[in-house]
């Protein structure tokens, strides 16, 4: 698939604002649009002619744009829509649920093209990404864990792996449930969350490092942290890479690579 070839739903209640939006769309060779007020109007037209991604603001007449990826999420039709949320909002706070849920990119108000090309080329890696190489493993045969107590976070990274190869995923909604499932069953890979109940991203690679009896195993962190301090004392526990949220599929493919080609 091209850019030419997508068709982009663009939920934004300005008038002004969704002309730009076009016409910066339109110079990416971008011209199968469908436009639509409020989250009401886009959940109706997602589901007469389902786009390949829906572009949204943040605060809409009748929800918001974290309400309305939720319910993208919620409805098995829509479940696996590319989200993209463009907004000047910056607050952690209303940011991070959108994350959580799996956008493919957070553009902000305004934006450059450069910046929306990559968020664009994001979405076609999304849709159709190119699955792991790997010199001594088969991606179909690796078993990895995925750590994060947002079953939506979940549910977006496990796949984000299904469509690089991957097939044996198992879950844990924290790092407590993570040390029994490590403890009972050989992992190739973890891929995990920083901010968690009972047990955090960093005290989880800390007993993977020091406690557990698979220490080498590779750990991915995907997470929203922000703090420096936090993620470099991350580091130093030893996990393999670090990956913001929201993520881009080739990203974690060439980390997950970069990973196990390291074992």
């Known amino acids: ?48 002619e389902q786009p390949d991604i829906a572009i949204s603001a943040l605060y809409l007449s009748d929800m918001t744009g974290t309400d309305l990826v939720h319910t993208m999420r919620s409805d098995p039709g829509l479940s696996k829509m590319a989200f993209m949320l463009i907004s000047s909002e910056t607050r952690f706070r209303y940011l991070d649920p959108i994350r959580q849920a799996g956008a493919v990119a957070i553009l902000p108000k305004p934006f450059k093209l450069a910046e929306l090309r990559i968020a664009m080329n994001s979405v076609l890696e999304y849709i159709n990404p190119d699955q792991l190489e790997l010199d001594n493993y088969c991606p179909e045969d690796l078993e990895v864990l995925v750590v994060d107590d947002s079953a939506m976070a979940r549910k977006h990274i496990s796949r984000v792996l299904k469509g690089l190869g991957i097939e044996r995923i198992s879950e844990a909604k924290d790092g407590e449930e993570a040390v029994d499932a490590i403890a009972n069953k050989y992992f190739d890979l973890v ?57 881009e599929t080739g990203v974690v493919r060439d980390l997950i690579q970069r990973a196990l080609s390291e074992v």
Do not use: W
């Not at 557990?212 to 130093?236: C, D, F, G, K, Y």
């Open 191 to 247: 891929v995990t969350d920083y901010n968690m109940p009972n047990m955090d991203g960093k005290e989880l690679v800390d007993h993977i490092r020091t406690a557990s009896n698979q220490a080498s195993i590779p750990v991915l962190m995907v997470t929203s942290e922000e703090n420096e301090s936090r993620l470099a004392a991350v580091q130093q526990a030893g996990v393999s890479a670090i990956c913001d949220k929201p993520f």
């Open 1 to 48: 698939m091209h850019l030419e070839e997508l068709l982009v739903l663009l939920i934004e209640p300005s008038y002004t604002q969704c002309r730009a939006i076009q016409r910066q769309l339109s110079e990416l060779g971008i011209d199968r649009i469908i436009t639509a007020k409020n989250g009401h109007q886009a959940l109706q037209a997602m589901r007469s």
